[in-house]
């Protein structure tokens, strides 16, 4: 089976979270939608994503919501309701665990214990940065683990 860059992207974002010290459903909440801004998201800057994200909230939540900037400010990644927030959806553990089915238990036990082994690598200094997290701990490893 072909292991394409999304599920690993996601296992290594809900770890990176979790030693970070997230609580681990807002780790797995925060590794797919981590992993559905780099898919949306990647050509758009932060600022025009935000901006574009806060009328979709006000849209969406008819001004009773707000977004949150703060509660996840490491990932770059808003919030509604303490949850990420990426492309006009908030995301919960259940969305990772649902996007996970459909590669059964052990490829995720395979694509989770290589983001685990990624992460314990990487110092703190490097979790808390957005570019650095990207250039030393995603793109060196992220054509790893293709095939299972």
Known sequence: MKINRFPK??????????????????????????ATKYAIFKNLS?????????EE????FQGKKELDEETFTVFKLPA?????????????????????????DEIKTLIEKWA???IENCDE?????????FNECWKPHRDELQEA
Do not use: C
């Not at 909230?57 to 969406?60: R, S």
């Not at 492309?87 to 590669?103: A, P, Q, V």
């Open 9 to 34: 992207m996601a296992a290594l974002q809900k770890f990176r979270a979790l030693k970070l010290g997230f609580d681990f459903p807002t780790a797995e909440a925060i590794g797919i939608a981590e």
């Open 46 to 54: 932060h600022k025009k994503r935000i901006a574009k994200e806060k």
């Open 116 to 118: 685990e082994n990624i």
């Open 80 to 104: 509604v309701d303490g949850l990420p927030y990426v492309g006009g959806k908030i995301y919960t553990s259940e969305d990772y665990n649902r996007y996970f089915m459909k590669w059964g």
């Open 125 to 133: 200094k490097t979790l808390k940065s957005e570019n650095r997290f």
């Open 57 to 60: 909230v006000i849209k969406q």
